[in-house]
């Protein structure tokens, strides 16, 4: 089972660790971000499954936070505001934000909204749960992939391209639809892609080298067959 990630984009470094820490604990892997900025830009980079953003940063308001990563993804995103904050508030949520939490709050709330956040994503366009290939398997509730039986360990982004590859099957997909897809707008070269596949080629394919599940059409894309 592949960890979920959260990225915690808040300045008050107590806070912050408090968050990472009842994350971990819980079976989160978290991502930490000091500001607006570095928040927007580990978004795009990590691809996270939820940001938890604090409305109240140092250096760009959280709002403008919120509208930078909706240019690129949909995220689940919860904003962090102060009692004091209601217009912020509703700012953020007519701007796309998914939910709020106000502080202060206890870890069992926290919980609760990054779970309600999680599953809105998740069963959000029906699609099934679970899709087998011959010996490859993926559990998209549980994302866990298995092949031969034996459980795949993915990094969460080789999971995401071998996700996006089962939903479209018997279809190539371009080197810039997959980027687009997985990473956002702002990242435009192959590199990372490239290494990724090599990666979960490694883990799902008998022999990399002549894969049997994953082909590539040479400078085009990929398709899983
Ligand atoms: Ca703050």
């Keep these: 089972m592949i960890k979920p990630s959260v990225l915690v984009i808040e300045d008050e470094k107590s806070i912050r660790n408090f ?34 953003l604090d409305l109240g940063l140092p250096d760009i ?22 009692r004091n904050e209601e217009a912020e508030k509703v700012n953020a949520l ?10 202060p709050f206890g870890t069992d709330e926290l919980l609760a909204r990054i779970r309600l956040a999680m599953r809105h994503i998740r069963t959000s ?29 993915l990094t969460p982004i ?13 279809k190539v997909l ?6 687009k897809e997985v990473w956002g707008p702002y990242v435009s070269d192959n590199q990372a892609l490239r290494v990724n596949m090599a990666n979960i080629r ?3 394919e008998l022999n990399p080298a002549e894969p049997e599940y994953i082909m ?5 894309g990929y398709k899983l067959v």
């Design 19 to 52: 968050i990472a820490a009842v994350l971990e604990h819980n079976g989160y892997g978290v991502l930490q971000a000091s500001g607006g900025e570095e928040g927007v830009s580990m978004a795009s980079s990590y691809m996270p499954d939820a940001v938890l």
């Design 61 to 82: 308001d959280g709002t403008e936070v919120l509208k930078a990563i909706r240019k690129f993804s949909e995220m689940p995103i919860i904003v962090v505001s102060a």
């Design 94 to 103: 007519d701007s796309g934000a998914d939910d709020y939490i106000t502080k």
């Design 125 to 153: 366009g029906g699609q099934e749960k679970v899709f087998v290939l011959r010996d490859l398997t993926l559990d998209y509730e549980k994302r866990q992939v298995t092949v031969r039986g034996e459980e795949v360990h």
């Design 158 to 170: 080789e999971y995401k391209i071998l996700a996006l590859l089962s939903r479209n099957h018997e």
């Design 174 to 179: 371009t080197h810039s639809y997959i980027i």
């Design 202 to 204: 490694r883990k799902i």
């Design 216 to 220: 590539t059409e040479v400078g085009v």
